[in-house]
């Protein structure tokens, strides 16, 4: 099985997209014992494996909220599912930049506007 599947599973559970069923359905996989770790939270888990950034959750939000503004702008509608696939082909790049920050400023703004959205926690 692919790590993938949980990588996005990771990002639509970051973006409450992730159905309860398939939730129940990882936490009851036990990952821990998978990959060899102990944090009894599959999301820690995900994050470990594939070593994601502290600012990950962060940087999946506020690209789905520009992503999500252009495409209402646009013809074209995206689904979480989509965005997520395109997340991960676009966090495999070599030399990508999907978690990078280019200044404080950059990582500011995207909290802010997190903050200001549905995805606020």
Known sequence: MSIDIFFKAFILDTLKELPTEKNELIENMNLD????TD???WKKTVKKVLNLSE???IAIKDLWLRNSEIS??????LTTDQFAELFIENYYKENSKVDVWESESDI?????R????NLAE
Do not use: L, Q
């Open 33 to 36: 014992k998978v990959f060899s």
């Open 39 to 41: 944090f009894n939270d």
């Open 55 to 57: 600012t990950i959750e």
């Open 72 to 77: 209402k702008n646009g013809e074209t509608e």
């Open 108 to 112: 500011n703004n995207a909290i802010k």
């Open 114 to 117: 997190i903050a200001e959205s």
